[in-house]
């Protein structure tokens, strides 16, 4: 990697040694970059590295091979989220989620504007319901862009592209209320806003994060990485306490 300039989103902030990080950010071009940050976990810079604070970073590094050191300057913080239990949370699962899955150094530039007005609207909502939707696309886009991508369009059994209501969960792909209503416990929700433009209901919400949360934990967390996923578990938790 050549010397780089450029903005980026903080999404996870891991300490190496005494008083050192890793830090892995998400940026328009390059994608998910990792850089070391000396004195990480100083007065100074532990505002600046807070995950979904966007900096200016500086990344340079001596080899391809070498892990590039990184300074970062603070552009936009959103320090003052932490103290919301329910906006800290999702803060807290979106950046996590894209920092454990992307691989480093590819562009998704798709991903960047999406998380980038997800975290806008996660701080600027008047409620939850006002980016739990852009939420669930995030996910749905981070699936996709990663070779997972669900297929809604049409029925996998007749082909078929009225009245789909099911999800299959070997094959991601959408299924009729008629084809699947002999065996519709084994299968997942359908809720129309993951097809289409929609308002939808608490409801259909949390069918929606059930979809998102099990192909999420099929292909990125069997097994591993079981911190990431508890992290979703809050967020839902809190989410349904809210409505509650």
Request: proline residues 5%; hydrophobic residues 45%.
């Amino acid at each position: 990697m050549a010397d780089l300039r450029t903005s980026a989103i903080i999404c996870s902030v891991r300490q190496h040694g005494e008083h050192g990080a890793v830090v892995r950010s998400l940026t328009p071009s390059n994608g998910l970059m990792a850089g070391y940050v000396r004195g990480a976990r100083s007065r100074t810079m532990r505002p600046i590295l807070i995950p979904s604070n966007i900096v200016q970073a500086d990344y340079r590094a001596r080899t391809e091979d070498q892990l590039a050191s990184m300074t970062a300057e603070l552009q936009e913080s959103r320090g003052a989220y932490l103290g919301e239990p329910l906006a800290s949370s999702a803060l807290d699962w979106v950046t996590a989620l894209t920092s454990a899955i992307l691989p480093e150094e590819q562009s998704y530039p798709r991903l960047h504007s999406a998380l980038s007005a997800l975290l806008d609207a996660i701080c600027g909502a008047p409620s939850a319901k006002g980016w739990v939707v852009a939420l669930v696309r995030y996910e749905l886009l981070l699936l996709s862009e990663l070779g997972f991508g669900l297929s809604l369009e049409k029925c996998a059994v007749t082909g078929g592209t009225e009245d789909l209501v099911f999800i299959s969960p070997k094959s991601a792909t959408a299924v009729s209320k008629g084809a699947g209503q002999t065996y519709k416990d084994k299968l997942l929700p359908l809720p129309a806003f993951l097809k289409e433009p929609d308002s939808p209901e608490w409801d259909e919400i949390f069918d929606g994060l059930k979809v998102t949360g099990f192909f999420l934990k099929r292909h990125f967390f069997v097994d591993r990485r079981n911190d990431v996923m508890a992290a979703r578990s809050v967020l839902v938790d809190r989410l349904k306490r809210v409505v509650a």
